[in-house]
């Protein structure tokens, strides 16, 4: 990165929320006539994620952080993808409810896209908010390496904050020197996964941002690890959350603590407080935080009190629950190591979703759904989590309307993913509008690889 851009992407931090054209924070962006265009790529690159290191990394665009791409709800974009790896990629665009042919997973939605070839994904996000794009083929090793991005969905009518900041939070595999450990340890695999151990925000550790002082600021959170639940709090500030996996909230609600699985995102208000003060993101271990990342104000105009923008609700389908049919799922340890795994080659298997451990796919073998939807009706999935260990359930295509946790009633709130922890119980709903076969598994990239995936169909 030039010095320039380096100092242009600090000043658009600053006027992210008064952007007019969203698609300037890539080169190879373009805003045309016809929506919005990007230019992307998956490629070995190289970063230096633990300072003094350079490491070996895949990196979208070669780029750690991922380019965020930036379009805007009702507006086409075009993302014209070539893969630079030297092997088989897909690339999913995670939370966003749009036609199957564009959702990126090998064999149900596209042929795998081949070392060389371009794919080029074109699609109308229904809905505005927080959302990001990683491949959905060997998982572990490309999400694991560096290919997650953050894809911002602007609201169609503008909503005015001062400020906004995308985080994507990841932890990396690397020793102090920045060297590759293993990604999965399969006795882990087997629990809560294989936690990473070099914590980072867009690809630095504990970073710091500055804020214009009184800013009303826009926080992004993407938890884009293929592991950890990132039990998120705010400390030396009052925040709120305004978002919760890309749709707003109706009324803002404050933060105390907010668990993120993998996949989920969090988006946070919170006004910069006066030049020279501070405040910090922070992951929670029982009653310890951990810094993620710094805010620092710097003097502005801005004055002190403004209110929280309302964010309009997404157009999510309301579930019909009086004839809504209820599936249930159930979520299983298995715990069987094969023989044949020892050596490496067999994935073994761990997890069961409804008595079933998922086998993979190819062309020629596509396993039967694990369940199959009549098209415009609605649905109430019944997740039962008979596991030690927490599951963020995402399903691909469709938005959730959570109805219950654990026996008890919530407020209603829209998700793609269903964070169901130890022992955990939820009801959703959603109306299964969206004709095709769409993945469903658990968003801890290990328990998925070792069983815990599926798909539904909605015909
Ligand atoms: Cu981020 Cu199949 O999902
Ligand atoms: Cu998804
Ligand atoms: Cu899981």
Known sequence: MDVSRREFLKLSTAIAG????????????????????????????????????QTDVLGFSG???????????????????????????????????????????????????????????????????T??????????????????GAIVVEEAEPV?????????????????????????????????????E??????????????????????????????????????GIQAWIVAIDGNPVREPMKLEQHKI????????????????????VV????????????????????????????????????????????????FEWEGAVTPASANGKTVPKFWLMNKRAWEGMSKANIPAPLASLEQGKTYIFDLKNVTQYHHPIHLHGHTFTVLEMDGKPVEPFHTDTVLLGKNGHAKAAFVADNPGRWMYHCHVIEHMKTGLMGYIEVA
Request: proline share 11%; aromatic share 10%.
């Open 198 to 235: 070099w914590g980072t925000v867009n690809g630095k550790h504990e970073p710091t941002y500055e804020l214009p002082q009184h800013a009303m600021t826009r926080l992004r959170l993407a938890n884009v690890d293929n592991t950890i639940t990132y039990p998120i709090a705010v400390e």
């Open 283 to 330: 992951q929670m271990k029982g009653r310890f935080a951990f810094p993620m990342a710094t805010f620092r104000s710097v003097g502005s105009d801005l004055v002190p009190g403004k209110l929280i923008p309302s964010i309009p609700l997404n157009p999510i389908p309301a579930p019909d629950l009086a004839n809504a049919e209820v599936r249930h799922f159930v």
């Open 160 to 196: 005015q904050f001062d400020a906004e900041q995308v985080m994507l939070l990841k932890h990396w595999h690397l020793d102090e020197q920045g060297r590759w450990k293993q990604l999965m340890v399969p006795r882990l695999s087997a629990r809560m996964g294989t936690p990473g």
């Open 261 to 280: 699985g993998p996949g989920m995102r969090l988006d946070l208000a919170v006004e910069a407080p006066a030049a020279g003060q501070a405040f910090q």
């Open 131 to 148: 959302f990001w794009y990683h491949p959905h083929m060997n998982s572990v090793v490309q999400l694991g390496m560096g290919l997650v």
């Open 63 to 129: 780029q750690i952080p991922a380019p965020t791409i930036r379009c805007r709800q009702g507006e086409k974009v075009t993302i014209r993808f070539t893969n630079k790896l030297n092997e088989p990629t897909t690339i999913h665009w995670h939370g966003l409810r749009i036609p199957i042919e564009m959702d990126g997973v090998p064999f149900l939605s596209q042929p795998p896209i081949m070392p060389g070839e371009t794919f080029v994904y074109e699609f109308t996000p229904p809905d505005a908010g």
């Open 18 to 53: 008064a952007m007019v054209l969203p698609a300037c924070t890539l080169n190879t962006a373009r805003q045309t006539q016809d929506g919005y265009y990007y230019e992307l790529t998956a490629e070995p690159a190289t970063a230096e994620l633990v300072p003094g290191y």
